[in-house]
């Protein structure tokens, strides 16, 4: 991962071209849908939000009435942009090297359009699990490799298949519990087919936007 230097106001705002603005219309309504979606069935205590930006996520979830949600980014201007309400619980700092939490103390921890931007995915994978309870879940969103803005940014340096990221979760130690991959063409017959669509368009309104790998992964 680059450093603060990159990730800078041109970045999320969006006046270099190198990334759409990271405006509130933008993002926060797919934070509160997945916010809404990772406490469906029950309400995490602690919540780690890793390259939160402008802590968008970390909102929702308060809004969800997760009291301990909390973020990380490496950039001081995202968490600088935050809302006020939020801003004491966002720290600025890299997860490459490591987290300022202790081992086993969060339920769940979300990294969202983070890990296209790191060469070598194990250690922050690694750290992710150290922080995680036994039996904590990481929800993970990864830019798929037909995603429009894929090689657009510069700072995409790990745009990989399904393939690749499964073989990294199963090295780290993660067990599946569920992946969305959306966009993808399947064969099938006109009824599978149908029910493909109808399931994409359902993890699309739900859980984000098109042409994503969404991970559900759990620890232990």
Known sequence: MTTDAFYNEEYFEGKSRRSPPHSRGLIYPMAERTARFLCRHSTPMRVLDVGCAKGYLVEAFRAQGVAQAVGLDVSAYAVSQAEPAVRGRLLVGNLMEGLPLATGTCDVITAMDLFEHLADPVPALQEIARV???????????????????????????????????????????????????????????????????????????????????FVLRRG
């Open 132 to 214: 995680l309870r036994t039996g904590g879940r990481a929800y993970l969103k990864i830019c798929h490799p037909r995603h429009p803005n894929a090689t657009r940014d510069p700072s995409h340096v790990n745009v990989q298949p399904l393939a690749y990221w499964a073989t990294i979760f199963r090295q780290v130690g993660f067990s599946w519990v569920r992946i969305y991959e959306t966009d993808v063409t399947e064969a099938g017959s006109v009824v599978d087919r149908v029910k493909s669509l109808l399931r994409r368009y359902r993890e699309w309104a739900v859980i984000g936007t098109p042409a994503d790998y969404k």
